[in-house]
């Protein structure tokens, strides 16, 4: 079902009650995590899965996160292992996502593992979507709540830019802390980086005491979601540009002459909280983008990872 208007709510207790309604509809609403805002609907209900898809214009291919609001809810649907406990120890709530085997029993809709025998499952630590899945009592399905392949949104604003007008509703609470979309690791076999993400690399190997091994670029198997070219802008990106050409706006990083800088003090969390926000403003201005070179320790791998998918050939 389709709605013709979108209602606003804010995170107060009436308006996540009203989201927690919706949702139990397989109504589809956007709400806030602390990576960015996800675009929910019940993840048991394969219409609501179904019109996820049809509102952002997502390709089939690409399952969706399962947000649950605790260890233990997730353990309904995933078969839990020891790397799982250490990782959800350490990080949950919080920016990380797990890929687990499917358990026996799971209800999940196969729209929302797009048919693989695996679900990405996460607990997000913002306190408006914890009430949000503790009142829904089930498994959120919610991909950033932006277009398929644009930018991502960090503000109840970017979403109502992109979706206004399809999706029963947003939960307005402000800016996203994190502003990059979680890191997802796959627990099947050995343990694997399949998307760079609001918790460092290096964090994750320290608590699982292994290295991770990583995801090819574009190997769709391993992570269906990595198309080349996403969190596209309208204007090209140019990358490690040291200062503008031509009509270019340039999006710093460190104490540079810039249009917009990600952090003047070079803080790689301030620029990952900065990033969607401000490719978003420099987008509206209809002009190209160059962007200062990003160090890739830490979360400015995550930051490089999305730059250059932003830069990358657009496929239509
Ligand atoms: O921070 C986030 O993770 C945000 C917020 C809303 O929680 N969500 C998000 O979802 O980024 P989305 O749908 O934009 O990205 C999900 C990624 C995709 O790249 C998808 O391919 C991958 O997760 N994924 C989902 N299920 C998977 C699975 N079973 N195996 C491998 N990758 C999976
Ligand atoms: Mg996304």
């Given at each position: 079902m389709i709605p013709n208007s979108t209602q606003y709510l804010n995170a107060d207790p009436a308006g996540i009650a009203a989201a927690a309604d919706l949702?139990?509809?397989?109504?589809?609403?956007?709400?806030?995590?602390?990576?960015?805002?996800?675009?929910?609907?019940?993840?048991?209900?394969?219409?609501?899965?179904?019109?996820?898809?049809?509102?952002?214009?997502?390709?089939?291919?690409?399952?969706?996160?399962?947000?649950?609001?605790?260890?233990?809810?997730?353990?309904?649907?995933?078969?839990?292992?020891?790397?799982?406990?250490?990782?959800?120890?350490?990080?949950?709530?919080?920016?990380?996502?797990?890929?687990?085997?499917?358990?026996?029993?799971?209800?999940?809709?196969s729209l929302v593992t797009a048919g693989l025998e695996t679900l990405a499952v996460r607990v997000p630590a913002h306190p408006t979507a914890r009430a949000l899945l503790s009142a829904v009592d089930g498994p959120v399905a919610a991909p950033s709540a932006n277009p398929s392949g644009r930018i991502s949104p960090t503000t109840a604003a970017h979403v109502r830019a992109g979706l206004d007008g399809r999706i029963a509703a947003?939960?307005?609470?402000?800016?996203?802390?994190?502003?990059?979309?979680?890191?997802?690791?796959?627990?099947?076999?050995?343990?694997?980086?399949?998307?760079?993400?609001?918790?460092?690399?290096?964090?994750?190997?320290?608590?699982?005491?292994?290295?991770?091994?990583?995801?090819?670029?574009?190997?769709?198997?391993?992570?269906?979601?990595?198309?080349?070219?996403?969190?596209?802008?309208?204007?090209?990106?140019?990358?490690?540009?040291?200062?503008?050409?031509?009509?270019?706006?340039?999006?710093?990083?460190?104490?540079?002459?810039?249009?917009?800088?990600?952090?003047a003090r070079g803080d790689l969390i301030e620029a990952a909280a900065n990033l969607f926000a401000y490719l978003h403003e420099l987008d509206g201005t209809g002009r190209p983008i160059a962007v200062s070179p990003i160090p890739s320790e830490g979360v400015g791998a995550a930051i490089n990872d999305r730059l250059r998918r932003a830069a990358a050939p657009r496929n239509s």
């Open positions: 949702l139990r509809q397989g109504l589809l609403v956007a709400f806030p995590t602390e990576t960015v805002y996800g675009l929910g609907g019940d993840a048991r209900n394969g219409e609501a899965v179904a019109a996820i898809y049809a509102a952002k214009g997502r390709p089939s291919f690409n399952p969706l996160i399962a947000h649950v609001a605790s260890v233990e809810a997730a353990k309904r649907y995933v078969e839990w292992s020891d790397n799982a406990e250490q990782l959800a120890a350490a990080f949950w709530p919080g920016p990380l996502t797990l890929v687990l085997p499917l358990r026996a029993g799971h209800g999940v809709s947003v939960l307005d609470d402000g800016p996203c802390s994190v502003g990059l979309e979680s890191t997802i690791v796959g627990l099947v076999g050995t343990p694997a980086l399949l998307r760079p993400g609001g918790v460092a690399l290096e964090q994750i190997e320290t608590v699982l005491g292994t290295r991770l091994a990583h995801h090819k670029p574009g190997d769709l198997l391993t992570a269906p979601g990595q198309l080349l070219s996403h969190y596209a802008p309208d204007a090209p990106v140019r990358l490690n540009a040291t200062e503008r050409r031509g009509d270019e706006l340039l999006l710093g990083f460190g104490s540079v002459d810039c249009d917009r800088n990600l952090s």
